[in-house]
T-cell receptor
Framework: ETGVTQSPTHLIKTRGQQVTLRCSSQ?????VSWYQQALGQGPQFIFQ???????GRGNFPPRFSGLQFPNYSSELNVNALELDDSALYLC?????????????FGNGTRLTVT | SQQGEEDPQALSIQEGENATMNCSYK?????LQWYRQNSGRGLVHLIL?????REKHSGRLRVTLDTSKKSSSLLITASRAADTASYFC??????????FGDGTTLTVKP
């Protein structure tokens, strides 16, 4: 069973640039969620994708966008980067069907905006 | 706003002692989950308790849920140095969204 993998592991960008983060879901999972975790804080929900459509969004501006592909892998895109976007970005996959399913997290992408 | 708020923020104990962490949440939930995070890495799911359950055990872990008080506790018995990590609770709604608190940082001294 392949776990959740994220790429890249680390990234440094300049304010105003755009970034794309990638996530491969655990095999058999059909839902992917993205979280932003600032230093010393808990993960903040960005959005969730189910069957390639956005299925819930947290309090993040439209410059945060995403995609889920037919193989359930996913991308998180952030435009017009700001210094406050510096954080650990976590992807989590799960299987959605009736009973609640735990989230399986990748090890994240550490984004630094300078 | 945070769905879960953990208490205490930090906890330091000796190996072999028990560690208790508490979590409060604000809105109705379908279930509550506890996760562990080692420094700079992804979260690992520990245990899930449904809203109609009051207590659940898994190995050295014991979780309780009080929906009337909107609170939960995680007890780790006979702690080990390897239990050193941050622990988060997450309330899960019917929409499938999990909302995390800011966690409790546990240090277990050998």
């Amino acid at each position: 069973e392949t776990g959740v993998t994220q790429s890249p592991t680390h990234l440094i960008k300049t304010r105003g640039q755009q970034v794309t983060l990638r996530c491969s879901s655990q095999s058999g999972h059909n839902t992917v969620s993205w979280y932003q975790q600032a230093l010393g804080q808990g993960p903040q929900f960005i959005f969730q994708y189910y069957r390639e459509e956005e299925n819930g969004r947290g309090n993040f501006p439209p410059r945060f966008s995403g995609l889920q592909f037919p193989n359930y892998s996913s991308e998180l895109n952030v435009n017009a980067l700001e210094l406050d976007d510096s954080a650990l970005y976590l992807c989590a996959s799960s299987f959605r069907q009736g009973t609640p399913s735990p989230l399986h997290f990748g090890n994240g992408t550490r984004l630094t905006v300078t | 706003s945070q769905q879960g708020e953990e208490d205490p923020q930090a906890l330091s104990i000796q190996e072999g002692e028990n560690a208790t962490m508490n979590c409060s949440y604000k809105t109705s939930i379908n279930n509550l989950q506890w996760y562990r995070q080692n420094s700079g890495r992804g979260l690992v799911h520990l245990i899930l308790i449904r809203s109609n359950e009051r207590e659940k055990h898994s190995g050295r872990l014991r979780v309780t849920l009080d929906t009337s008080k909107k609170s939960s506790s995680l007890l780790i018995t006979a702690s080990r140095a390897a239990d050193t990590a941050s622990y988060f609770c997450a309330g899960n709604t019917n929409a499938g969204k999990s909302t995390f608190g800011d966690g409790t940082t546990l240090t277990v001294k050998p």
